[in-house]
């Protein structure tokens, strides 16, 4: 595992996903000193999300009582694909409108400080390898469901990131070549039908063509507000239409870990973000895919294990990130 001592000033790191922004002040130890979060609305497009997380930082700072001259530097992980070398979010399924938008020059023009940006999946992998559930493990692959899928692979102790820094995009595998259109223009991706975007359509659609579920009954009769979360609710209640959603829902995730078992044979397979908080309810019948399906060897070797940090993964692996760089 690499070092992540650097200079003993923090990092102001940021996680923007999809559904909120979390900003945080990381030390080197990997210790979260102060804490923000919004929600990302992301539908009101890339400036308004950006003036949000300007925001996010200024009332941070001021929290703080810092100013960003004592800061190392400002570490970005991002929901989508990264060109690390010109620090740009050039697509992102999760944050309409994000093509080739410079947020790394944005935020370093304004604080004048160090600035790094890092996909968020990749980010939340460094963070379960220095502080969570990989630390130890020097060859994992970690899986992050919530609004979409993403991941990040550890190989050697180091996160392998590609050629152009976009290695990862589990969530776009195809899984299903007959499958629904993905908001990455793709068909049948793992994001369109193991995510909790995903869990929530599902449960929307069966309800619309008149299967009955207690979700009616949580949501009011306002079916559009079901989320992944609710189905997860209902599924511990015993409701079977949400169990039903939930179990095809770990099936197709069970497939995408075969094919990364097949592949990578990697020690573990880590996952976190929002969904991974149904449990066992969820990971009990994915390992069960890869037990039957995966080569038997690999399959044996693999432990599938959830996610420590929850929602601070991605703004602790992105400080760790800002710390490595300070060391190259």
Request: hydrophobic share 45%; aromatic share 4%; with cysteine.
């Amino acid at each position: 595992m690499q070092k992540i001592k650097g200079q003993g000033l923090p990092v102001l790191a940021i996680d923007l996903g999809g559904t909120k922004i979390i900003a945080a002040i990381i030390s080197n130890q990997g210790q979260v000193m102060a804490r923000e979060q919004c929600l990302t609305l992301a539908d009101e497009g890339p400036q308004s999300v950006i003036n949000r997380i300007l925001s996010a930082i200024d009332h941070l700072l001021s929290l703080s009582r810092i100013d960003s001259s004592q800061l190392n530097s400002i570490s970005i992980a991002a929901a989508g694909a990264i060109n690390f070398e010109k620090g740009l979010v050039t697509s992102s399924p999760n944050l309409p409108g994000w093509y080739n938008i410079p947020l790394r020059d944005v935020v370093k023009e304004k604080y004048r400080v160090n600035t790094f940006l890092i996909n968020d999946a990749s980010a939340a992998a460094l963070g379960e390898h220095h502080f969570g559930a990989g630390k130890g493990i020097n060859n994992f692959i970690y899986l992050t469901l919530g609004t979409g899928i993403g991941g990040g692979i550890i190989i050697n102790g180091k996160l392998y990131s590609g050629p152009c820094g976009s290695a990862g995009e589990i969530g776009h595998m195809t899984i299903d070549v007959n499958g629904p259109r993905c908001s990455c223009g793709n068909i049948g991706c793992l994001e369109t039908l193991a995510s909790g975007t995903a869990v929530a359509r599902e449960a929307v659609r069966r309800i619309r063509q008149g299967e009955v579920s207690s979700l009616t009954e949580i949501v009011e009769g306002e079916i559009e507000s079901i989320t992944a979360e609710k189905v997860g609710a209902a599924a511990q209640d015993g409701d079977s239409l949400a169990l039903e959603v939930i179990l095809k829902a770990a099936n197709y995730l069970g497939v995408g870990m075969v094919n990364l078992v097949n592949i990578f044979n990697p020690e573990m397979i880590i996952v976190g973000g929002g969904v991974a908080k149904m449990g066992d309810l969820l990971l009990d019948p994915a390992k069960q895919v890869v037990r039957e399906r995966a080569f038997q060897l690999p399959a044996q070797a693999v432990s599938i294990v959830p996610a420590q940090l929850g929602d601070d993964a991605g703004v602790l692996g992105a400080a760790a990130f800002a710390f490595q760089q300070g060391l190259d």
